[in-house]
């Protein structure tokens, strides 16, 4: 079989298309890297809409521990406090069993105009349940980093945005916000890098890989497994990792030199990867 | 355990409670408790160790350390560190059980690798299959114990060079100046003033540590998540306390000891850099 029928078998094959079977017997190489390249898509899909929905939601915190008013402050600090202080391993166990116990019937949601039945059973699926625990999980991580930033901020910012007469959302979108953003980007960079590192827990906690749908370190162990031999498919993870970890740093250095256009060049900071406090 | 809890079906209320965390399978994961804390007290200076070695070779004057050595500390970054969970103890099982194979039964010439299997002599098995329990659940842990040092080594790596190139290279220049050589500045110097600028990334490499321990599960050890599985899972009527699933709430349990756990170390890091900073030359010793 060539590698190119390998590739449509098993291309698409961590989505449900294509081949049904795994391969199980005489596994080449071609298979093993089309295999585990495909379940790098969960990986991607998992790591990308966390990180995007957490960025508002870690923004939202950042603000909540900031603030005066008791009942948001609290909120925010325990918050991140949980999802900070307990690994996500024990999180998604938690939450795996808490969405098992829920109701097995639908919640009917009654919004006026539209009822939702919000199917409960959906909670006990990885794309959905794990997505949730990642988002959380993303959001208090970066909430924290933004808190830090948010306290960087200088104070003569904020006071010549008081004298221009700036105030509330205004001065928040025009001032905070951006230099919030740019204080916290190198650390945000290392976040958004483990991000992508935490998902590969997914598929090992609860969460089942229906059908063998699963992410590439799923399949990565099932080759060790079906081979005996750790030495070709773990190696291919970890090389997919290092090419998603150079695009992504690739991606925020872009986003960073936005973030800097305007600073003077000995000003402007440059992202390095370090692994403090970030790995779950 | 206790002799009224002799006949479960009888009890009711707080005494059936009582009873039913005392069984011995619950004694046992009370005991995985400290499985997991004897884990982190060994993993901790183990790992100590390889970072130490990783930081030192990076800034060796030999090129093939300097090398190794950035490789080390680099490839953490990358790659997901349950990669190297999953990867580590069964390479290393099988190196063990590869070099025991030509040493032991150097007149097999049959290939180790025969296709999907791993074939070794019966006298390289390891742990041999007519060793006791322990036995095997001490090679595993053993190797599971090798993988965190391994993996939190390249974080302390990190920690540690960071921390050596913090150290003011005034203090440096005057060992120099004072004749002292490379080897005396380096021990008398270096080492000395390392550890205040280490010791944020370190508490911090504790708490990482801490929140990996239920890894363990993934390596086949009988820790507390397989344990909090095992006991939470339905018991019909057949078992002496039939309960429904309780998974959710072992799991919380869970939950709240390692929030416990990171909240006390922190307690405990933040006197430490305190004590630390006392008469140093930063901005947290001068304060106080």
């Known amino acids: ?280 | 355990m206790f002799s009224y809890c002799a006949d479960p079906k009888t009890l009711e209320g707080l005494i059936w409670l009582f009873c039913y965390i005392t069984t011995v399978k619950h004694m046992s994961f009370y005991v995985s408790f400290l499985v997991v804390m004897g884990l982190i007290t060994l993993a901790a200076p183990l790992a100590m160790a390889f970072g130490f070695a990783g930081a030192i070779a990076c800034r060796s004057s030999i090129r093939l350390f300097r090398y190794l050595g950035k490789t080390y500390l680099a490839m953490i970054r990358g790659i997901p560190d349950i990669v190297f969970f999953l990867f580590i103890p069964i390479a290393l099982d099988q190196a063990f059980e590869y070099l025991r194979h030509k040493v032991l039964c150097p007149e097999v010439t049959e290939a180790v690798r025969q296709g999907n299997d791993f074939v070794v002599c019966t006298a390289a098995k390891l742990p041999l299959s007519s060793a006791s329990e322990w036995v095997h659940d001490f090679y595993g842990f053993s190797l599971a114990l090798l993988a965190f040092g391994f993996v939190f080594g390249a974080f302390t790596g990190n920690v540690l060079l960071g921390a050596m190139s913090a150290v003011p290279k005034a203090q440096l220049e005057t060992g120099e100046a004072f004749g002292f050589s490379p080897r005396q500045i380096f021990r008398r110097i270096l080492l000395k003033q390392m550890w205040v600028y280490a010791l944020p990334g370190l508490s911090n490499l504790w708490m990482i540590l801490i929140k990996a321990t239920p890894l363990l599960f993934l390596l086949g050890i009988e820790d507390i998540v397989y344990w909090a599985k095992e006991l939470g899972g339905i018991k019909t009527g057949v078992y002496e306390y039939p309960h429904p699933d309780w998974r959710a709430w072992y799991f919380g349990v869970l939950l709240i000891f390692y929030l416990l756990l990171t909240y006390l170390s922190q307690l405990v890091f933040d006197k430490l850099t305190f004590r630390l900073s006392l008469g140093q030359a930063t901005m947290a010793g001068k304060s106080n």
């Open chain 1, 1 to 280: 079989m060539s590698c190119l029928q390998t590739l449509s078998d098993y291309g698409l094959r961590s989505i449900g298309y294509g081949e049904r079977l795994l391969p199980k017997a005489d596994i080449t190489l071609c298979e093993q890297f089309v295999l585990i390249g495909s379940g790098m898509i969960w990986n991607i899909y998992f790591a990308i809409l966390a990180l995007l929905l957490g960025f508002f939601l870690s923004t939202i915190l950042a603000l909540g521990k900031n603030s005066n008013f008791w009942l948001f402050s609290n909120f925010s600090r325990t918050f991140i406090f949980i999802f900070r202080g307990s690994p996500l391993f024990i999180q998604f166990f938690f939450a795996y069993e808490l969405f098992v116990i829920l109701p097995k019937l639908g919640v009917d949601l009654d919004l006026g105009f539209v009822t939702i039945t919000l199917e409960t059973r959906w909670f006990t699926k990885a794309w959905l349940g794990a997505l949730i625990v990642l988002f959380f999980n993303t959001s208090a991580y970066a909430g924290e980093i933004f808190y830090g930033a948010l306290r960087a901020v200088p104070s003569q910012d904020i006071e010549s945005a008081d004298a221009f007469g700036l105030t509330g959302i205004k001065k928040f979108k025009r001032i905070i916000w951006p230099t919030m953003l740019r204080l916290a980007w190198p650390s945000y960079t290392n976040e958004a890098i483990f991000m992508f590192h935490a998902t590969t827990l997914v598929f090992f906690t609860g969460f089942p890989a229906w059908q063998q749908k699963g992410d590439a370190i799923y399949y990565a162990s099932y080759f060790a497994d079906k081979t005996f031999n750790p030495f070709v498919p773990y190696p291919i993870v970890g090389f997919y990792f290092i090419l998603l970890t150079l695009v992504l740093i690739g991606l925020f250095s872009i986003i960073n030199r936005q973030l800097n256009k305007h600073l003077p060049s000995q000003e402007r900071k440059k992202l390095k990867i370090n692994t403090h406090s970030l790995i779950r």
